[in-house]
């Protein structure tokens, strides 16, 4: 892709072809390590594969919900973890797929570390699976035309316990189907279960994070605790029609959300606002952009300038009408602006490269955002995302407050026919 430009000004150009070679060089040393264990006793050899799995799968994991920049194993364009860890075979069900590896390889550390009964046999049992989901991830990465060394680190890992589990199974006197339905409810099994539970349970709180609102209270007051969510705008509200929608347009409770893709806050909201619209047909949102960076939004300091071009790149998303799938997207690998990482996120939800790369060179783009940002900037909001809601008090636009909670509950207090104060006046932040 050419580079982008912004008022003029190149941005980020691509990163610098590194050598990956130190990078595989590690993995390997680390995995010929795990080797020598397996020869030596195949149930630590077990741990110190298992632990190469959770490690990579551990770190991978952690990037994907809590990213700071480029991963360690993203060396180019191509040998790039982060545009795997981005891309859709990198979820199941919703769930990262590393998340189901980190509570595997920790069952199976604790099953080996306290010698389960008919550990070698289970393993094995496991390791087909883990070796097919294995060869279907690295198909994958090979239809997009990338490399995922820490993904490598863990194929490697899977192949070296199948081939523990073999030793293991030697030593034991007991051939992998031997039996195979017993074995489902082995000691061994049965822990690998059990950790795998804990961990996949304990880890799953922290990707849905999805706790429901607080119900406003029935006792004493509810009208002085409804006033608390909300005040006065600090200027006019202004919708030119072009904003992405989602919802009906007529519908009686109207969003607009303010947000910066850049921003940790907007990324945690815009599941709850998604949530929120899909349950309740008379709830709609629409999303202007507030890029925090004075390349594009006047009224702030100039500086990061990717924050504006992720801006552009959902605009033009928005022309091919699919602003909410590249927007979840970014959010979900929230620190991701690079040109690489746009273009690679809009080709993954299934955008006309062609079109999607005139249209970030079309000026008239970036008007629209800058005029996003002056409109945010009339309100007086300061960061982001702010929240305003028209409908619970007349046609008047009030300012939400605080999260996405306080707009369901706010919206729930005006169904069951609370009394809404006027709102308060609009306080300046600081």
């Not at 990078?23 to 080797?35: D, K």
Request: hydrophobic share 45%.
């Amino acid at each position: 892709m050419h580079s982008l430009f912004l008022a003029g000004l190149p941005l980020l150009p691509f990163a610098a072809n590194a050598s990956p070679v130190p990078l595989f060089t590690g993995i390997a040393a680390v995995l010929a390590v795990c080797a020598l264990v397996i020869r030596a006793n195949p149930r630590w050899g077990i741990v110190a594969a298992a632990a190469v799995g959770l490690g990579a799968n551990g770190y991978l994991l952690l990037h994907k919900l809590f990213p700071s920049g480029p991963a360690i194993c993203s060396v180019n364009e191509i040998v790039n973890c982060d545009k795997v860890n981005a891309s859709a075979a990198s979820e199941l069900f919703g769930v990262p797929v590393t998340l189901f590896g980190v509570a595997f390889y920790a069952g199976l550390i604790v099953a080996a570390a306290t010698n389960a009964k008919r550990l070698h046999q289970v393993n094995g049992l496991f390791g087909l699976a883990s070796l097919a989901f294995s060869a279907y991830l690295a198909n994958e990465s090979a239809k997009l035309g990338l490399v995922c060394p820490f993904c490598i680190a863990i194929y490697g890992a899977n192949i070296l316990l199948f081939w523990a589990a073999f030793r293991g199974m030697a030593q034991d006197g007991v051939s992998l189907f031997e039996q195979a339905g017993s074995a489902i409810t082995s000691a061994a099994s049965l822990t690998v279960s059990g950790v795998f539970l804990l961990v996949f349970g304990a880890g799953l709180g922290q990707v849905l994070d999805k706790s429901p609102p607080p119900p406003i209270s029935k006792s004493a007051n509810p009208s002085a605790e409804v006033a608390a969510l909300y005040m006065a705008t600090g200027g006019i509200m202004h919708l030119d029609g072009q904003e992405p929608l989602l919802g009906r347009p007529d519908a009686r409770y109207e969003i607009v959300e303010f947000a910066d893709f850049a921003c940790g806050h907007c990324a945690h909201a815009f599941p709850q606002l998604h949530e929120l619209v899909e349950k309740h047909p008379d709830v709609s949102l629409r999303y202007k952009n507030y890029p925090l960076s004075g390349e594009c939004n006047p009224k702030l300091a100039p500086g990061r300038p990717e924050v504006c071009l992720g801006a552009l790149a959902a605009e033009c998303a928005h022309r091919q009408d699919k602003f909410w799938e590249y927007a979840d997207t970014m959010y979900t690998n929230i620190g991701r602006l690079s040109e690489g990482d746009l273009e690679f996120m809009a080709d993954q939800v299934g955008l006309d490269m062609e079109k999607w790369r005139a249209c970030v060179q079309d000026p008239t783009v970036i008007e629209n955002v800058i005029n996003d940002s002056n409109d945010g900037s009339t309100l007086q909001i300061g960061g982001t995302p702010t929240l305003f809601l028209r409908g619970t008090n007349g046609s008047e636009w009030v300012q939400i407050l605080n999260t996405p909670d306080d707009v369901a509950r706010l919206i729930e207090a005006a169904r069951d026919g609370v009394s809404l104060p006027t709102p308060g006046p609009f306080v300046a932040p600081e």
